[in-house]
């Protein structure tokens, strides 16, 4: 086949393709990044550049890219079948891996619904809530509890159980109805005004209120556990999730934790919920579940939910939801060989030094430049939060994309990295080695001094 060359693949892409979350007016303005391949942490570009992929491939690279394993194991399944639907049968890798899912998760999650982004896997969660409660003849508890500050992805459902304005406020007035916004629990932005760690437990004691009043008319909580990502990587205190979880089953309501971002070990446990020994109801997950190769997600819930569809055929109980790729094989595959690598590689117990040294080089980063307002972190994600000077935390104005250029910085430096907003996104494949890791961190300090630099504002 006739290779295309690079002038006409950024021609096609400009003419034709529309790029997500992208102003397509300033994109067209810029010669684009081709990423042509991939090796461990790195990525090159068709003019042959390296990059170290600094956000895994939007947070769900695990193992690096062309990892021998997973190449392998997607090979194996293309020479068996690629594609067939779980309408009305099954397949060897779905059903493998729903039961590996299980023996991993927390243990109470036991059925496995697949799907295959993380928005559905939480439209799915929503669906599946609010279904369990009207056959429990709970018919008024529609609604959901969502924090300010969320994102769930954005999907009608996931966006309506969402609270960035920037990304959601738009489409706020065709969002489902009856969704309750509680406060974020995270002291940095702490809307009640308290300190850390009162603002935690202040923050679960004003959810449980919201319970209180409002139970009747809600069928779940959901949240992300223990760092809000696309809200700006903030991470919550410790104690807060628990204090949640006591509230929802005080009122009988389903938690949902939504781990698309934070399972599969990025917290540095395999789940975020497992820190504060917490088991939700329902879970979602996506991203790393395929160690960032191909698009999957599930939604486990407990057995007493799966219970409540069960029927007789004419009772209209089932579960009328399904995509067309659910559970497709070679996604499943590789998902089983990345569940495999977390045991031969010790991905986990080796993932433990490189965390100690990113928060020590998070650390530096904040006590070296009076431009890093905060660097938060939870295991090997971490938002820096940029501001104009640490003391008085005066932010950045959004338009002078300070985030932006902090990253195109970067990436003439050899590494990828995107901002949400002034926060520099730092989250590299939990492969990384401790010499890349560095060479990472130190790129990222440079990035950082060169703007403070050049805007004369060090
Ligand atoms: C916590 C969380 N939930 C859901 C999503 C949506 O996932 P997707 O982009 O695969 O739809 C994201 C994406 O970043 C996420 O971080």
């Not at 003419?15 to 090159?44: C, R």
């Not at 997973?70 to 890798?93: M, Y």
């Not at 990828?416 to 907003?421: A, H, M, N, S």
Request: with cysteine; hydrophobic share 40%; glycine share 8%.
């Amino acid at each position: 086949m006739r290779a295309v060359k690079e002038e006409q693949l950024i021609k096609l892409d400009q003419q034709h393709l529309w790029h997500p979350f992208t102003q397509m007016k300033d994109w067209v303005k810029n010669e684009p990044v081709i990423i042509a391949e991939g090796s461990g942490v790195y990525l090159t570009d068709t003019k042959g550049r390296s990059y170290i992929d600094g956000i895994s491939s939007m947070w769900c690279n695990i193992h690096g890219h062309r990892k021998k394993e997973l190449d392998k194991a997607a090979v194996a399944q293309l020479d068996k079948v690629s594609h067939t639907t779980l309408l009305g049968f099954t397949n060897p890798p779905a059903a493998e891996l729903a039961g590996r899912l299980v023996d991993i998760l927390p243990s109470g999650l036991s059925k496995v619904f697949y799907s295959d982004n993380g928005s559905t896997a939480v439209e799915v969660a929503l669906k599946m809530a609010f279904q369990f409660q009207q056959h429990q003849a709970a018919k008024s508890r529609t609604g959901f509890v969502s924090l300010n500050n969320a994102y769930h992805g954005d999907t009608l459902g996931a966006m309506a159980v969402g609270g960035v304005d920037i990304f959601h406020s738009t489409f706020a007035p065709i969002f489902m109805q009856g969704c309750l916004k509680a406060p974020s629990p995270f002291c940095y932005r702490c809307e009640l005004g308290l300190s850390h760690p009162e603002c935690a437990l202040a923050c679960a004691d004003h959810l449980e209120w919201i319970l209180r009043d409002h139970h009747e008319e809600v069928a779940g909580v959901i949240l992300e556990p223990m760092i809000q990502a696309a809200g700006g990587m903030i991470t919550a205190p410790t104690g807060y999730l628990r204090k949640v979880a006591e509230a929802c089953r005080k009122y009988d309501v389903l938690l949902i934790l939504d781990e698309v971002a934070t399972g599969f070990g990025r917290t540095g446990r395999m789940f975020a919920c497992q820190h504060e020994d917490v088991t939700p109801d329902i879970i979602c997950l996506s991203k790393g579940i395929t160690g960032g190769y191909m698009p999957l997600a599930v939604t486990v819930a407990s057995d007493r939910i799966y219970e409540a569809f069960l029927g007789e055929f004419k009772d209209l109980k089932t579960f009328f939801h399904g995509h067309t790729y659910t559970g497709n094989p070679l996604a499943c595959a590789v998902a089983l060989a990345s569940l495999n690598l977390y045991e031969t590689e010790h991905i986990l117990e080796r993932l433990q030094e490189k965390i100690k040294y990113f928060r020590a080089r998070l650390d530096r980063l904040s006590s070296n430049y009076r431009q890093v307002g905060e660097a938060r972190s939870a295991g090997l994600m971490a938002g820096v939060e940029l501001v104009r000077d640490k003391a008085s935390k005066e932010p950045f104005a959004w338009d002078e994309m300070m985030g932006w250029q902090v990253c195109y910085a970067a990436m003439s430096k050899g590494l990828i990295l995107r901002p949400l907003g002034n926060v520099l996104v730092l989250m590299p494949p939990l492969s990384i080695s401790m010499a890349e890791l560095e060479q990472m961190m130190n790129i990222v300090e440079e990035a950082i001094g060169d703007i403070a630099l050049s805007k004369q504002v060090k």
